[in-house]
Structure formats: C-alpha cells, structure tokens
C-alpha cells in the first residue's frame, strides 16, 4: 500500500520519495511499524482479555510452580497476526504473489487456533477443537498454499529441494513439492504450539529463525548475492523479506508483555499461525532442510512428546519426566528463567550454523 504510494510520489512530487522502494528500508520500517502497532494495542489487548475473564487453565498434572499462573490472560497471539498483518499491507509489495500465500496461511491458521481457543475458554470445553478437527483444518489450509505456489511456479528451483553445504545439489521434487510443503507448514505450526509452554519460550525464538528466514529471502532474492552464495535465484523472494522482518517487529513487541512474568499468553491463535508462517518462509526460499536446523529447539520439543507417547504406549515408561521438554528440566529443578534462556542460547547457536550454511557450499 504504502509502496504504490512512494511510486506515485516519487514519479509526480519528489524523486526523493523512491528511498522507500528499498527492500532493505522498507524491511527495517517493517520491523519498527510492527514494533510500535503491538506497543500500542497490546494494553488494549490485554484489558479485555482480563475484564472478559479470558484467562490461562493450568494442568493439574504439570509443574506446580505453572499454578501462579492460572488466569493470566491469553489469546494474546490476536496482537501478534494483527501487528504483522497491519505492517506487511503498509510495506509489502501487494502485486507479490507470495505475500499473499503468506497473508493466507497466517490469518487462516489463526483462525483455526481462535477457533480452538475459544472453545476451551469460552465454552469452558477443556478439550478444544478435537483434534482430528484441528489437523483437519491446518492439513486443508497447508494443502492449499502447497498447491497455489507448485501451480504458479516459473523456474525448476521454486519446487527443488535445495541441499545445504553442496553447491550443484537440488532434488527435482514435481509433485512430492507439494507433500513436503504440507508436512513443513503443518509441523512447523504444532512444534510451535508445543514449544509454546514458558514465558517467551517460543516467541524469541521464532523471532531469531524469521530473521534468519527475512536474510536468506532477500539473499535468494537478489540475482548478485545468489550467484555469490551458490544458491539459486528466485524472483520476487526477495519480497518475503518484509513479511518475515513484520513477524520480527510484532514477536518482539509481544515479548515485551510475554517475558518472565507473562502479563499475557498468545494462545492457540498465534502459536499455530506463527509456526505455519515459518514453515511457509522456508518452504518458498527453498530451505526446508536449513529451516529444521534453526528452529531446532521446536523439533526437539515436538520429538520429545513422539518419544514420550511412543513409550509409554509401548514399554509403559516414560523417558522423560514430563513432555514436551522444557517441562522435564522443570521438574529437574531448573528454574523457568533458566530454562528460557538457554533454550533461546541453543536457538542462536542453531540460527548460526543455519545461516552458515549458505556459505558453506
């Protein structure tokens, strides 16, 4: 929107006004105009949750020390899609097909976490949107953003697997573009949601992997920094850049109020849409495999539950005390701020090799 507008500016009062055609400037206002829309209605956010009882059930078998935290206001995430929702229609290119896809899986995988949440905290339904309904809805969304960009595709690289660390190696999926699109957005969305148990546990990180996400963007998208970094040029990628630097600017205003002690939670409704966000950045810059080494922490969360379920139905025993994993260092005594932060050490780390790896080729 405020693209069109510089264009038009720039043509008809002042050349002066085509600074903000720069990706890399509009990027950064993202960041900031997502920073400063949370800043503001988070307050507002967090009044009516409170003043409509919307407020946070603790599990009766988790750690005790969660039982503090009974009725802190949650669904806080509307804050969050509204903040990057707001900022990449003001900074976006809207002729971008790609920010569109995007704009898509966000709102609507919001709607499907809303959906849920309002059950359990309107309805007083502990049990939510069951989850065969739930993965439905996700499994649909997913599906359809997996088929829309495979359709609209121009070169062989928008549906190649792109190996890491090998410079010539791209797997031609054809239609097994579409399988592994679906299995990244869908599992991304729960390893999100899972991870999604601590004061800004998940949030700092998925702000770390879609700054990582918003480089490796406008690197693929500009012709001279793909040639240099041996990895293909996709046209138009480069845009995502905005979308992701959004995700940056809102998740970091929601940490404002999510930080130890959370005066809100994001719920449902900005958990599975942050994640399906990330595995959607990563599915159209094509690194699928660098995606899963970054946001580790979200894959070793969600495997520990795997293991945990897979043996106590198997073996009768559990192999951690509880899961996801940040509850088993709880109940080993760490304190909740210590477990938070290492865990977002462990994501720098990932974050790290995972931009690494585009030079190391």
Known sequence: MLLWLSEYLAQDIDSSF??????TLRSILAVLTALVISFIVGPVVIRR???????????????????????????????????????????????????WVLLFVIVFFGLVGWIDDYRKLILQDPKGLPARQKYLGQSVIALLAAVILFESAQLPAETALIVPFFKDVAVDLGWGYVLLSYLVIVGSSNAVNLTDGLDGLAVLPAVMVAAALAIIAYTTGHARFAEYLAIPYLPGVGEV????????????????????????FMGDIGALALGAALGTIA??????????????????????????????KL??????????????FELKGWPEPRVIVRFWIITIILVLIGLATLKIR
């Open 18 to 23: 085509a600074v903000f055609q720069y990706l």
């Open 49 to 99: 949750l409170s003043a409509a009882q919307i407020g946070q059930v603790i599990r009766s078998d988790g750690p005790q020390t969660h039982l503090s935290k009974a009725g802190t206001p949650t669904m806080g995430g509307a804050m969050i899609l509204a903040s990057i929702v707001l900022t990449t229609l003001f900074w976006a290119d809207l002729s971008n097909r790609y920010i």
């Open 241 to 264: 850049a905005v979308f992701a630097a959004a995700l940056v600017g809102s998740g970091l205003g929601f940490l404002w109020f999510n930080t130890h002690p959370a005066q809100v």
């Open 283 to 312: 599915v159209i810059v094509r690194q699928e495999i660098v995606f899963m080494v970054m946001a580790g922490v979200f894959v070793i969360e969600t495997v520990s539950v795997i293991l945990q379920v897979a043996s106590f």
């Open 315 to 328: 073996t009768g025993r559990r192999i951690f005390k509880m899961a996801p994993l940040h509850h088993h």
